[in-house]
């Protein structure tokens, strides 16, 4: 599983990746109650989603996860985003390892 959280401590609207050759990158905001999250694979959208507190998209065989913690209720970024191999539930399972997104 691989996840990051921001360094300077608050959420960032756009986490990065490089992953096996490609340039992964999720972009999270606001949409009325909802927040929207989408996956970008070498700059093109590849998958879209809406939430409230936690959203999951599919990678080819993985899942990248993504939970908004208290403050992305008001200003839709994401406090953690994962990319999660088949068979593994991620942190919320208590889950962890793998190199940090920026």
Known sequence: MTRGISLGGAPSA???LDHEGHRLEVGTGRAGWSRVVRLYVDGELAEEAT??????????EMTVAVAFGRLGLLDGQAARCELVPPGSCGTSCGGDGGKDAQ
């Open 14 to 16: 756009r986490w990065t």
């Open 51 to 60: 939430a409230v507190r936690k959203a999951t998209l599919p990678y080819g």
